[in-house]
T-cell receptor, first 110, second 112 residues
Framework: DAKTTQPNSMESNEEEPVHLPCNHS???????IHWYRQLPSQGPEYVIH???SNVNNRMASLAIAEDRKSSTLILHRATLRDAAVYYC???????????FGTGTLLAVQP | EPEVTQTPSHQVTQMGQEVILRCVPI?????FYWYRQILGQKVEFLVS????????KSEIFDDQFSVERPDGSNFTLKIRSTKLEDSAMYFC??????????FGSGTRLTVV
């Protein structure tokens, strides 16, 4: 399993963009990069995933470095509801499990 | 949006008792999982289930644990003889592997 490094915590102001970094230098060539978040007292929630190209969906954008050793989750306009722990999880395609690290605790200030 | 439903939301049980945690995965998903999160700690993988059998399990998932899909909709986790250290949030998840996993909101198990 690829080892990941994420900041323990980050702060943002409401309605500003947030860039959450993740280093995964030991990622395998076939690992997808998944991002999940966990709001207080809730189960993890899927955010986005990608393999090589940058990805966009209604929740966020994922920017993947050309060498795939790092990625950045971008929340374009943070809201109070985005305050959560964000997990970056490299995952083999077709795998049966997610291995959660400690993630980044994002605080959003009004 | 489709949801994974877990019941009960909170279960209190005495040490040594059996508990069954229930989950209704998303109807067209084929892969099912249980995870747990002890208070203040990481989310931990327990077991994955596909085609009516366990496809992978962690070291945590010992002989005290079992999973079952008794009908076409439910997916259960049974703990045969609960211990104090089994107290945790238990999350069920399902996936079609083309998208992300969908997690339920969890069952808080308290063993006293």
């Amino acid at each position: 399993d690829a080892k990941t490094t994420q900041p323990n915590s980050m702060e943002s102001n409401e309605e500003e963009p947030v860039h959450l970094p993740c280093n995964h230098s030991t990622i395998s060539g076939t690992d997808y990069i998944h991002w999940y978040r966990q709001l207080p007292s809730q189960g993890p929630e899927y955010v986005i995933h990608g393999l090589t190209s940058n990805v966009n969906n209604r929740m966020a954008s994922l920017a993947i470095a050309e060498d795939r050793k790092s990625s950045t989750l971008i929340l374009h306009r943070a809201t109070l509801r985005d305050a959560a722990v964000y997990y970056c999880i490299p995952t083999p395609g077709g795998t049966n499990k997610l291995i959660f690290g400690t993630g980044t605790l994002l605080a959003v200030q009004p | 949006e489709p949801e994974v439903t877990q019941t009960p939301s909170h279960q209190v049980t005495q040490m040594g008792q059996e508990v069954i945690l229930r989950c209704v995965p998303i109807s067209n998903h084929l892969y099912f999982y249980w995870y747990r999160q002890i208070l203040g700690q990481k989310v931990e993988f327990l077991v994955s289930f596909y085609n009516n059998e366990i496809s992978e399990k962690s070291e945590i998932f010992d002989d005290q644990f079992s999973v079952e899909r008794p009908d076409g909709s439910n997916f259960t986790l049974k703990i045969r003889s609960t211990k104090l250290e089994d107290s945790a949030m238990y999350f069920c998840a399902s996936s079609d592997l083309n998208y992300g996993y969908t997690f339920g909101s969890g069952t808080r198990l308290t063993v006293v």
